[in-house]
C-alpha cells in the first residue's frame, strides 16, 4: 500500500487505499452486528485472516529501514510475538480452569473475554473493536 505525494508533499488517497479502507469498514459493521459466540463471527474472521496472512508472505526479506543492522527484525518479533502469546495462554488457561463451569465466567479468576464483555455489549464499541482489529493487522501484514 503506497500513497502517492503531490509536488507539495501532501499525500493523495489512492482508489487501492480508499477499497481497501471501504472493505474494512464493511467489515467491521457486519462483524459488530452478528452474535457472539456464533459460527457467523467466526466465518468473518477467517475471511479476515487467511487474506492478512496471506498478504503477510509478501513481506519482503531484508533489513528493515531505521532498524541497526547487528538486530535481527524477525528473531526480535518472534521473541516478543511468543512472550505475549504464551502469557495471555497462561492467563487463559488459568481462569478458564477455576472458572465454576466451562460455560460459565468467573469474576474472580476472568478470562480476556470476560473482562472485554461489560465494554462490547455496545455495537459502537465493537465496531471500533473490529476496525482497530482489522488495521493492526494489516499494518503488521504490510510489505
Known amino acids: ?3 502517492e505525494s503531490t509536488p507539495s508533499g501532501r499525500a493523495v488517497l489512492t482508489l487501492r487505499r480508499a477499497a481497501i479502507g ?4 464493511a467489515v467491521a459493521w457486519i462483524g459488530s452486528g452478528l452474535e457472539d459466540q456464533t ?3 467466526t466465518l468473518i474472521v477467517l475471511a479476515v ?3 492478512v496472512g496471506l498478504l503477510s508472505f509478501r513481506r519482503p526479506v531484508g533489513p528493515v529501514p531505521g532498524m541497526v543492522e547487528t538486530e535481527h527484525p524477525l528473531r526480535r518479533s518472534v521473541v516478543f510475538w511468543s512472550v505475549l502469546l504464551t502469557a495471555g495462554l497462561i ?8 472458572q ?5 465466567g468467573s469474576w474472580e479468576h476472568p478470562t480476556l473475554s470476560e473482562l ?3 465494554v462490547f455489549e455496545f455495537r459502537s464499541a ?3 473493536g473490529w476496525v482497530l482489529w482489522i488495521w493492526a493487522g494489516l499494518r503488521m501484514a504490510r510489505p
Open 22 to 25: 471501504v472493505c474494512v469498514l
Open 49 to 51: 485472516v487467511i487474506p
Open 39 to 41: 459460527w457467523p463471527p
Open 100 to 104: 465454576p463451569s466451562i460455560l460459565v
Open 1 to 3: 500500500m503506497t500513497v
Open 126 to 128: 465493537k465496531f471500533v
Open 91 to 98: 492467563w487463559e488457561a488459568y481462569a478458564f480452569f477455576h
Open 116 to 118: 472485554l464483555h461489560p
